[in-house]
């Protein structure tokens, strides 16, 4: 598939792994404040 892209779809699906990349990175940062919260909440 690589083979048929033209070099601006390639540059299209570079520009989503990073975004896909950079929203992963985000989803553990706020799946971790979220289970931060919940301890507090549990202990507090």
Request: proline share 2%; net charge negative; hydrophobic share 45%.
């Amino acid at each position: 598939i690589t083979e048929t892209m033209t070099p601006s779809e390639k540059v299209q699906i570079q520009k989503v792994h990073g975004i896909i990349k950079t929203l992963g990175a985000a989803e553990m940062l706020i799946e971790e404040t979220m289970f931060l919260f919940t301890m507090y909440l549990h202990y507090h």
